[in-house]
């Protein structure tokens, strides 16, 4: 391949083919084509998918100042299983005077007798807490299809005219929440033409409105806090759950530890026999050990017997950061950010924690 520079006709980035996880990537015989678009756009304009890119974390916030500056409605789609660690921090000081649409994305993963009502109150009470005022919240599930005729109506109805940014952080659903836009909004798989493509490095992809208005899909901003980040993408399966999430029960005595593959533990230390429910992926193992024991199976076991993390990826493994929790009120979750939680019905008991350094780990009223 000769220098000069091939700029993809799609988004306006650089096109290479060295490196297909990189920005601007497109096989080589792509290269022979007359009009050439990166294998990003081609996937985007071809199948309707917007694949995630590898920005920086200041190119991100530069996509996040120049939301302030515009005149529009603001949708921030949230993980509804992992919402304190899909939750763009900050987010009410960058988007100036402009409306936030509140949406709870993947209310499929959660038990059926999860009243939609009550979820959608907590959602409200925590974005408070976490500073957002959002103009609504609504509770989706994009993969499925379920209540998107209503986001779509809601954002018709809140945009008031305006260009629409939707924001959200990476694993979080955005991109199948806007597929799943452009395919019940047109029914059309051709919707998105390169045309309509910005020519920015920034990827920011606009799609066309009937009132020549914009929907702006902007790139996954990364939470590095997030537990996806600190396993395998082979083994993303077992944290993320891709169906309704089984409760498992377990009837601990004092003194007894749960790991939870080799990502998180939980020890209960305290407060008589009873019972914690858990709430994880259903592929993610559970193990249960005396808490006598429980760093020595770690130990030995942690990348083998305990996974994920894969042995190989042991060494490079943050150490556990430990938090203690008196359970003081009842119906509490221990939250491990981005792999589930552990309800806990009746105040009186001493626990513990342990996740990644990095990761969070946090009480909050139960969800459920």
């Not at 100042?65 to 660690?85: E, P």
């Not at 949406?103 to 959660?110: E, M, Q, R, T």
Request: hydrophobic share 40%; net charge neutral.
């Amino acid at each position: 391949m000769n220098n000069e520079k091939i700029i993809c006709i799609g988004c306006g980035v650089s096109v290479q083919s060295e490196d297909p996880a990189g920005l601007g990537y497109a096989p080589a015989s792509a290269l022979e084509k007359e009009e050439i678009v990166c294998q990003r756009c081609f996937r985007l304009k071809n199948y309707n998918e917007v694949q995630d890119v590898s920005l920086t974390d200041d190119d991100f916030l530069n996509i996040l100042n120049t939301l302030g500056q515009t005149d529009s409605l603001i949708v921030k789609v949230v993980d509804i299983f992992d919402f304190n660690g899909s939750w763009l921090p900050g987010l009410h000081r960058f988007v100036g005077r402009n409306p936030v649409l509140l949406i709870g994305n993947k209310a499929d993963l959660l038990p059926k007798s999860v009243k939609k009502n009550r979820l959608i109150n907590w959602m409200k009470q925590q974005a408070k807490e976490l500073g957002l005022k959002p103009i609504d919240v609504l509770l989706v599930s994009a993969a499925k299809g379920a209540s998107m005729q209503e986001a779509m109506e809601a954002i018709d109805h809140y945009r008031n005219g305006k260009d629409v940014y939707v924001v959200g952080c990476t694993n979080v659903g955005k991109s199948t929440f806007i597929n799943r836009i452009i395919k019940e909004g047109t029914g059309d798989k051709d919707v998105i033409t390169t045309s309509h493509f910005p020519g920015t490095t920034l990827d920011m992809i606009e799609i066309p409105l009937d009132d020549g208005h914009f929907l702006v899909d902007t790139p996954g901003i990364i939470n590095h806090h997030q537990m996806a980040h600190f396993v395998d993408k082979r083994d993303l399966k077992y944290i993320t759950p891709k169906k309704e999430i089984k409760p498992k029960i377990f009837q601990l005595n004092e003194q007894q530890t749960l790991f939870f593959g080799g990502l998180a533990r939980f020890d209960y230390l305290s407060g008589g026999r009873r019972s914690f429910t858990c709430y994880l992926s259903n592929e993610l193992m559970i193990h249960r050990t005396k808490l006598e024991k429980a760093d020595e199976l770690y130990a030995s076991h942690a990348g083998e017997l305990l996974t994920p993390p894969r042995r190989e990826e042991m060494e490079g493994f943050p150490e556990f950061t430990r938090q203690e929790f008196m359970i003081k009120e009842e119906k509490m979750d221990v939250v491990f950010s981005g792999l589930g939680w552990v309800t806990i019905n009746e105040p009186g008991a001493k626990v513990a924690a342990y996740v990644p350094k990095g990761v969070s780990v946090f009480l909050r009223k139960s969800l459920i």
